[in-house]
């Protein structure tokens, strides 16, 4: 997965704890993204970071926060978690904005109870 | 790797047939279209993309055509092999930024030996 690691790879939590998922790269891109994958809803982009400090939200940003204080680390946290936030979230990293130079994680399964 | 487990259009093809797998896009405005193959525990993988100014590209194996007059587009798999079992999405976007991207639902590809 082109040099891609997200942890935890599955996360079992009750409604209203703090979590957070994080995505590392080896691969030193300046992008990387943060999507969620629900049934009937392919991917939505929740987060998107263009370098060191530099975050902006997707279409689905409400509920999450990211932080990234290093290249190789993009962090997902869900202050308050719902259940509506149970998915499966997919990391992407880039080496430039573009779609084409795009490389997807692993993934991580999230259930929230 | 992760995977969502979804009641998806199916699309069950002989080894050695050609597959063809469909699309509907949203947006008249939309530039940018890209097919994404996810095979099962994965993230997605990048396989092929297209400007609104064409109407057909060809790689390896894959063909997309785009139909703008009825916002519809199709991923052509030539020779299907077992190794082309997965799910398929196709995205479309206002350009080509990594950022801007909305997926469709996917269709799940079965290769039959």
């Known amino acids: 997965d082109a040099g891609i690691t997200q942890s935890p790879r599955h996360k079992v939590t009750e409604t209203g704890t703090p979590v957070t998922l994080r995505c590392h790269q080896t691969?030193?891109?300046?992008?990387m993204y943060w999507y969620r994958q629900d049934p009937g809803h392919g991917l939505r982009l929740i987060h998107y970071s263009y370098g060191v400090k530099d975050t902006d939200k997707g279409e689905v940003s409400d509920g999450y926060s990211v932080s990234r204080s290093k290249t190789e680390d993009f962090l997902l946290t869900l202050e308050s978690a719902t259940s509506s936030q149970t998915s499966v979230y997919f990391c992407?990293?880039?080496?430039?904005?573009?779609?084409?130079?795009?490389?997807f994680g692993p993934g991580t399964r999230l259930t929230v109870l | 790797g992760e995977s969502v487990g979804l009641h998806l259009p199916t699309l069950s093809v002989q080894e050695g047939d050609n597959s063809i797998i469909n699309c509907a896009y949203s947006n008249s405005a939309s530039d940018y279209f890209i097919w994404y193959k996810q095979e099962s525990g994965k993230g997605p993988q990048f396989i092929i993309d297209i400007r609104s100014n064409m109407d057909k590209r060809q790689g390896q194996r894959v063909t997309v055509l785009l139909n703008k007059t009825v916002k519809h587009l199709s991923l052509q798999i030539a020779a299907t092999q077992p190794g082309d079992s997965a799910v398929y999405f196709c995205a479309e976007a206002l350009n080509n930024a990594g950022n801007m991207l909305t997926f469709g639902g996917g269709t799940r590809l079965m290769v039959k030996p």
């Open positions: 992407a990293i880039g080496t430039s904005g573009r779609v084409d130079t795009q490389y």
């Open positions: 691969e030193n891109h300046r992008y």
